[in-house]
């Protein structure tokens, strides 16, 4: 290579050197800047659509109802006498394996081929009254069942 670079004159040297360079810019724009370019784009519509939604979103708030100090549901008594009566209330006593306090203010619970359906009922029942720290929802080998393994926490009155 060294000896043919040597046997071309200067001019032609200035042309394969200017040809070299014109091949490596367009290469680097295309293996580097375009995809950067076009990352970088994407991610300006996303955050573009993001403040889009978030302005929806600031306007339909004020659609909500409101919900006063009164009407707000909490949890007399114990947390796991509250989850019980709420399992006996849903049917779901005969599926469960296992219900261990955590402290006083969360329970781990072990439910066993329970109805996807009356599992989500459960779970609105709960809703607003406790937060689910952890949820683990397995399939079973019955059609429509699942077990389910649970870590719920009485919320905190500032929740």
Do not use: C
């Amino acid at each position: 290579m060294k000896e043919w670079w040597n046997r071309i004159s200067t001019r032609e040297q200035a042309i394969v050197a200017v040809a070299g360079l014109i091949a490596l810019v367009v290469i680097l724009d295309g293996l580097l800047l375009t995809p950067y370019r076009l990352h970088s784009q994407q991610l300006d519509e996303q955050i573009s659509q993001a403040r889009e939604d978030l302005g929806w979103m600031q306007q339909q708030v004020h659609r909500l109802p409101k919900q006063s100090q009164q009407g707000i549901r909490q949890i007399s008594g114990r947390l796991v006498t509250f989850i019980d009566s709420q399992i006996v209330r849903a049917g779901l006593k005969q599926s469960m394996q296992q219900m261990t306090p955590i402290q006083d203010d969360a329970v781990r619970l072990r439910l066993a081929d329970v109805e996807f359906n009356q599992l989500l009922r459960f779970f609105s029942s709960l809703d607003g009254l406790v937060r689910i720290d952890e949820a683990r929802i397995l399939p079973t080998d019955q059609p429509g069942q699942v077990g389910v393994s649970l870590v719920v926490r009485k919320k905190a009155a500032e929740e």
